[in-house]
């Protein structure tokens, strides 16, 4: 009796270069992530993004630099729900999920969100923890469903862009938390 042992072997670590395309809007979030990175490498750096800023948050976390605009605990909530739904579209692309994936109004999300009744200490595990999540789930996918595209928020986009946008969606947002709320 014979056994024939398949071998398998480790896909390609994805870097941006293997974009086969950067979809408009999302461009804006993707151009903020270094080329040379990979993907994975590039979520786990990431997934501490906003640690160092903890002290200064804490201090500024009713801050709002213009009335209408967001506290910062706000914001890091609207990063967590940006997140998990990336992630979410990520997953059904993967899955190739023939339908067209809806977008969503970050400013009702925000409103209903209760972000400022909340720590920053817990606003800030429950990043580490979504982003915990959303690791596993790309490493899960090989280049063949990295690749695969879909129909996300009227704009076509590959997994690996989302992926992507997710590392520069949150670099986006630390850098606003620099500029805009911490300079005081």
Known sequence: ????????TKPKRM???????????YDRYIKLVNNDIDLIDGLKHNETIFKDLTKKLIQHQE???????WTPKELLQ????TERILAYRALCIARLEPKALLGFDENIYV???NANNR???DLLKEFSLARQSTIPLF???NNETLHRAGISFETKISVLALGFTIIGHAKHHFNILNERYLIA
Do not use: Q, T
């Open 1 to 8: 009796m014979s056994c024939n042992i398949i071998k398998k």
């Open 15 to 25: 870097k941006k270069s293997d974009l086969k395309f950067i979809p408009n809007f």
């Open 63 to 69: 801050y709002r630099y213009e009335p209408s605009k």
């Open 78 to 81: 609207h990063v967590i729900d």
């Open 111 to 113: 409103e209903n969100s």
């Open 119 to 121: 720590s920053i200490e």
């Open 139 to 141: 490493e899960s996918f």
